[in-house]
Nanobody, 115 residues
Framework: QVHLVESGGGLVQPGGSLRLSCAAS????????MYWYRQAPGKQRELVAR???????NYADSVKGRFTISRDNAKNTVSLQMNSLKPEDTAVYYC?????????WGQGTQVTVSS
C-alpha cells in the first residue's frame, strides 16, 4: 500500500517562508509525476505545482516566482519551498502522485498565513 506523508505546515506571517515535504513509500517513486495541490476553506482544490519524472516543473500563475517544487528520487521525497507568503496562500496543502491510472494522495498539511 502506498503512503504519502506531508510535513512542514504551520503558521507564518505574511512575507514569510515555509518548506513543505512529502515522503512517499512506493519503490518506483522516480516513475511518478508529483504534484502539490491546495484547498482553502469553501473553495475547490487547486493545482499549485507539478514536477515531472524528468524534473521539469509547472506552477499556478498565483504562485509563480514565489514557490519552487523539487524532487529527490534517492530519498523518495518531493518538496515545496514557499516564499513571500500571502494570506491567500492559506489552505490545506496536499501531495499527489500520478502514474497512468494510479493516483495517490497524502492526508494534507495546514498552512496558515496571518499576522
Amino acid at each position: 500500500q502506498v503512503h504519502l506523508v506531508e510535513s512542514g505546515g504551520g503558521l507564518v506571517q505574511p512575507g514569510g517562508s515555509l518548506r513543505l515535504s512529502c515522503a512517499a513509500s512506493m519503490s518506483d517513486f522516480r516513475m511518478y509525476t508529483m504534484y502539490w495541490y491546495r484547498q482553502a476553506p469553501g473553495k475547490q482544490r487547486e493545482l499549485v505545482a507539478r514536477v515531472s519524472t524528468g524534473g521539469s516543473t509547472n506552477y499556478a500563475d498565483s504562485v509563480k516566482g514565489r514557490f519552487t517544487i523539487s524532487r529527490d528520487n534517492a530519498k523518495n521525497t518531493v518538496s515545496l519551498q514557499m516564499n513571500s507568503l500571502k494570506p491567500e496562500d492559506t489552505a490545506v496543502y496536499y501531495c499527489n502522485a500520478g502514474l497512468y491510472n494510479l493516483d495517490y494522495w497524502g492526508q494534507g498539511t495546514q498552512v496558515t498565513v496571518s499576522s
